[in-house]
């Protein structure tokens, strides 16, 4: 399952198991990013990474991707 920023303030479920992925923009030298406050230990983060795919200009705002 992935949540960008449409998905904020509902309520999902999620098995165990299931993948969820996080995509929100952030532009880290403007000083807009964002983060995990308060992680409960049983979530394990496998990747955080960001998306350059779109304008790659300096300055520019990414999606940061957390699973």
């Known amino acids: 399952m992935v949540l960008n920023q449409q998905d904020n303030g509902k309520q999902i479920e999620l098995s165990a198991s299931e993948p969820l992925e996080i995509s929100l923009p952030e532009n ?7 983060s995990f406050d308060d992680l409960d230990p049983s979530v394990h983060l496998t990747e955080d990474t960001y998306d350059l795919a779109g304008d790659v200009t300096p300055g520019a705002a990414t999606n940061h991707i957390s699973d």
């Open 28 to 34: 880290p030298t403007t000083g807009f990013r964002w």
